[in-house]
């Protein structure tokens, strides 16, 4: 019989999870002699509907990933199969075996504030290396910092209560609801259901009971005495199984150690007061009532403007998968070539995308109370007197990087935020942030759009 | 200096990628001495917007992880420093130590179409077992059940044209993607970019270069022809860097061998027209043309219909994130329990959901033509005329199912909904399939409820 794949990602062999083409470009540069160091930057063009700025994350799996990745004897053996590789020289798959990324990263930092247009990542390597890596770091990239930006509005909606990570169970397969558990914590969440994800990332697990603990005993009342009986201190009990208000009740004769109650389906304004009421009627104002069952960022700013009694919200479903915007549409492009000792601007230019050529860095300009208020994108070493934002992360394939805890990169992207002026935090119909391209890089753009439409 | 963290799952620690709460229970249920054997069952309530059938993906990986599912001692040293677990008895620990799955599990095959309400798994084990797997299996079947519904639409859109997954970027991380290329394969896709899991899968991998191969040389023409030296019998070209038409005519310089086009952006309805006019102009009616770009069932039905010549699809962002409905709501929940010998119903009816107790089973009937006209859910083992769908899987805690290839699940999958009359396949506003519980079930949740609400 066969026996069922699990599908893990090969730790020796990630040089294969990537898209074809990246592999047959490489072979085709490798063909070609083609030794020239190209730079890429990573960017989004245009940020999804009501997202009026990008948390970045997802560097540390980068840096992970770029140290790490390599081809296994049994992943060439594999790609020597594949028919389109039929022309190509044994030089190239012998190229393979010793592939390792030797190239110089610079990133955002992990919890910036960052807009459309802007590079999130520059790569500077040999062009197959820089190639080959494109897929994951855009999948890695695009993916947590989707996350991590849906959480931060979830977060600003809720207003200084909790926020606590739910979502495996509807995250993009198991790996997806840890990595999601990262860029939550990331995006100012207080927790994560997911212990896998608490263990590794050393932030807080939370959970106690589902229904199905309550459903497993005689009645409510029982199961909520047995559960006390052996979790005494962290007794948090889910009473909307059958009713809530009568499930608040069957709580509240726990007493003092009662440490709350999770409400998870039904009116949450209404359900919160009444079992308020009921907790506070038995002494018990100290006992949290934790709300969840599909909330998002408007459904708990309604449930705040409503003055909705609820301690912390447990959210799920639509922060893990962004669900109003559930993809990010990153992109890897080819940004300068050196080709024999001299730096070609290169870009593209067809019907309805161009991009930006040279290297580039993000210049941040703050005002007199340390608020950020423009962008200038402009080549890397103008002068400029706004804050650089990409900072070196690889050198030599060597991570040249302090790199900070999941508790630094929450509080900077914290800190970055209370600098991002209201206006460009609202929920909706935010305010556009202004991003300026330098005079320099406007006139490189030029300069080589007329030369490439020459040799067109 | 920190190294980064991968934060691959564990292979050795499957038990702790799960929600704390399945752990806290397990621990509760252990203290309680509650042996009890309990039956779960995965189910999706409502199908998203759109959605009128789903189709079944993801139990070959539920199955791996049935069969592998462990605590390692560091993952238990974890849980042992965790606060709730504080009154906790070293017996559990002990306990966790020797942890398997020695239960049972039912499923519908992959490929099987399902619809709201109809459990797709059904888990029978000691109630420790069957509570701490629930999060893996329902991320692992919301994600591939998901996707493989959302590429059968865009496969029935695209009327016999291939598609190709081209997805991973944009997949919910690395992992994501490779998921999300078996559940597109299984959904009808032909073939995946994404090289590990053809590798893994035995898919055609597909992919030839992008829009960096044409920027990356001094012009257009020359990087084709250079492609084409490399890969004289797969050189189908990219050709909207600079200007698709343009593009289309330096494409045709190939010649005979040139095997086809690609187009990434703009009007894809005329410009698909107009390079096919170019090629056929110079004689080359067998070059392919190849359609991508932010595609989805939609705009592939829109091509279809204005007749544009494009042989292939490549889509990603929509297709691997199911773009238009990114979560599907699969829930897992307690029907049945063994207390002391006797088989008790379980359920549950708050405000907004109810569940219905007891072991089910899905009939299907079929009318003379085969075609599937109604299912019944009914009680395990009732009399039905129907064909019963869920099928036995894992029988105390071992595989007892022969595993099909993917080959076969894709087979199944196309058998299976072309037994599916159109009226429930539109892509838009499609019928609502009939699932009617048997007058057995009916009774028992009648039955169940009173009994329950009498015991408040």
């Known amino acids: 019989m066969n026996e069922p794949k699990s599908l893990f990602l090969p730790e020796d062999a990630l040089g294969i999870v990537t898209d074809l083409y990246q592999l047959t470009m490489a072979a085709g540069y490798f063909e070609q002699e083609m030794q020239d160091t190209a730079t890429f930057e990573l960017f989004v063009r245009t940020l999804p509907k009501n997202r009026s700025y990008l948390i970045v994350a997802g560097l ?18 594999y790609l020597r199969t594949l028919p389109i590789f039929h022309h190509v020289s044994n030089n190239f798959f012998e190229y393979l075996k010793n592939f390792s990324f030797s190239g ?4 955002m930092p992990e919890g910036t504030v960052a807009f459309a247009g802007e590079p999130l990542l520059r790569v500077t390597a040999p062009i197959i290396e820089a190639q080959i890596v494109e897929t994951y770091l855009l999948s890695t990239i695009n993916f947590q910092t989707s996350i991590a930006t849906k959480a931060s509005r979830i977060v600003y909606a809720a207003r200084g209560r909790d926020v606590i990570d739910f979502g495996t169970r509807r995250a993009h397969g198991p790996q997806a609801g840890v990595l999601a558990a990262r860029a939550c914590f990331l995006g100012g969440c207080n927790g994560t259901s997911n212990v896998f994800a608490a263990f590794k990332l050393g932030i807080p697990a939370v959970g106690t009971i589902a229904h199905s603990w309550v459903m497993a005993f005689e009645n409510e009342l029982n199961s909520f005495c047995k559960f006390h009986e052996t979790f005494p201190d962290n007794t948090l009990l889910l009473i909307d199984t059958y009713n809530t208000l009568l499930g608040a009740k069957h709580a509240a004769m726990i007493g003092k150690k009662l440490k709350g109650v999770r409400i998870d389906s039904g009116d949450l304004i209404n359900l919160s007061r009444e079992v308020r009421k009921i907790l506070d009627g038995e002494g018990l104002h100290h006992a949290r009532i934790v709300g969840s069952g599909d909330l998002n960022e408007e459904r708990i700013d309604e449930l705040m403007r409503n003055g909705a009694p609820i301690d912390s919200f447990g959210v799920g479903t639509e922060m893990v998968t962004s669900k109003d915007a559930p993809a990010l549409g990153g992109v890897y492009k080819l940004v300068e070539q050196e080709h024999k000792g001299k730096s ?21 300009a703050k005002d007199d109370y340390g608020n950020i208020i423009k962008d200038v994108m402009g080549l890397e070493g103008e002068k400029n007197e706004g804050m650089p934002l990409l900072v070196l992360g690889i050198k030599d394939g060597k991570i040249c990087y302090h790199l900070p805890s999941i508790h630094e990169i929450q509080y900077n992207a914290s800190e970055n935020l209370s600098h991002l002026p ?26 080589t759009e007329k030369k490439l439409r020459n040799q067109l």
């Open 422 to 447: 209201a206006s460009f935090k609202r929920l909706k119909d935010a305010e556009s942030y202004p991003v300026i391209k330098s005079q320099l890089l406007e006139q490189k753009r030029q300069e």
């Open 344 to 364: 070609i601007p290169r870009m593209k230019f067809s019907e309805d995308k161009i991009t930006y050529p040279c290297k580039k860095q993000v210049y941040r």
């Open 60 to 77: 540390e799996q980068v840096l992970h990933y770029l140290t790490h990745v390599r081809f296994s004897s049994e992943s060439i053996h």
């Open 104 to 107: 110089t990263l610079y990133a």
